[in-house]
């Protein structure tokens, strides 16, 4: 496999491999901070009650949780911008399998990150689901 320019390659590789870590490390760095400022809130305040302690504890798994499934799904469209930018400069696809159902399936993992967020809320978060149910029971006939 030979490539065009090395120089064009190199630039629009680094840009799509920087572009999704610099976005990871800055989703890590800020709710690293959030939950380093809850836990330094929870050890200054004595009298924190257990339903507060829970309530933070379901946070820190709620930013956990989502967190990991967004990159979790963002990462094979990446992986597919990666695999067309080598494509686009060797002059041929550099997969064996079919382009077409890796990027189908890419999309579709975008969108079900979309779709489970409201799953994964309801699961973690107690006040989710009664705001939820109050939601829809405003709707009944």
């Known amino acids: 496999m030979e490539f065009k320019d090395m120089t064009a390659i190199t630039v629009a ?4 491999i920087l572009s999704f870590v610099v976005c990871l490390c800055i ?12 836990r330094k809130d929870e050890n200054t305040l004595a009298n924190t009650s257990t339903a507060m302690l829970q309530e933070r504890k379901q946070v820190v798994v709620l930013l956990v949780v ?3 499934i967004f990159f979790v799904c963002l990462f094979p469209t990446y992986m597919f911008q990666f695999a067309r930018v ?8 550099i997969w064996t399998f079919w382009p077409e159902t890796f990027s189908m399936l890419a999309g579709m993992l975008l969108y079900f990150n979309s779709a ?6 309801n699961i ?3 006040k989710y689901r009664e705001a ?6 405003e709707w009944k006939c």
Do not use: G, Q
Not at 27 to 38: E, G, H, K, S
Not at 116 to 121: F, G, L, R
């Open 13 to 16: 590789l680094s840009c799509d």
């Open 27 to 38: 989703v890590f760095f800020l709710y690293t901070m959030i939950i380093c400022r809850m």
């Open 66 to 68: 989502t967190t990991s």
């Open 86 to 93: 080598l494509s686009i400069m060797a002059e041929t696809f």
């Open 116 to 121: 489970i967020n409201p799953v994964i809320y």
């Open 124 to 126: 973690t978060s107690a």
């Open 132 to 137: 939820f149910k109050k939601a829809f029971d």
